[in-house]
């Protein structure tokens, strides 16, 4: 009797479980975002509460698996971009839409600071009709109440292909904290995000 009772408590356990994870599942949802240095945006968007993972990599460009080196050439299209595992449930892609445009200068062409080329471009590529339209949408919005004092150059493009970047370049600032770029560029934008969003921080 006790060993039928352990059994159909270890399946209820495991359908629990299941129950759980998929429901977990359906809230998962995919954004793209480039912003200049891949380096400067995982950095910030993983500390994010919903953000399950944020992955460093090339996206917008023509050429298939393309290497760091390549990209850097400019010869490839690619975009430096962040793709985003996230919970709708505890983050709302609006939300990321927010945090994305206060966190690096989307005015400025094929550059952010000192970092200038095609590859450092502002960029979305949507996943679905409702990134676009919210994207858009949000875009409008900033250029006619004309937040910044240039007009916002962020490409809006839909999504096609991401490839990851090289192993050295994922948690790049929470493994190279002592690297002069991440001490004299990224710390000080990091210090500036906490402090305005410090309620969506984990």
Known sequence: MRSGIRILLLFVMIATVHQLYSQNNKNMEI?????????????????????????????????????????????????????????????????????????????????????????YRSAIFYHNKEQKELAEEYKKKLNDAKIFSNPIVTEITEFETFYKA??????????????????????????KFKKVFKDKLK
């Open 31 to 119: 954004a793209t975002f480039g912003s200049g240095c891949f380096w400067c945006t995982e950095a910030i968007f993983q500390q994010l509460n919903g953000v399950e993972s944020a992955v460093s990599g090339y996206s917008g460009g023509t050429v298939k698996n393309p290497t760091y080196k390549e990209v850097c050439t400019g010869n490839t299209g690619h975009a430096e971009v962040i793709q985003l595992t996230y919970n709708s449930e505890d983050i709302s892609y609006k939300e990321l839409l927010e945090v994305f445009w206060q966190t690096h200068d989307p005015t400025t062409l094929n550059r952010q600071g000192a970092d200038v080329g095609t590859q």
């Open 166 to 191: 090289e192993n050295y370049h994922q948690e790049y600032y929470d493994n190279n904290k002592a690297q002069p770029y991440c001490s004299f560029v990224i710390t000080p934008k990091i210090e």
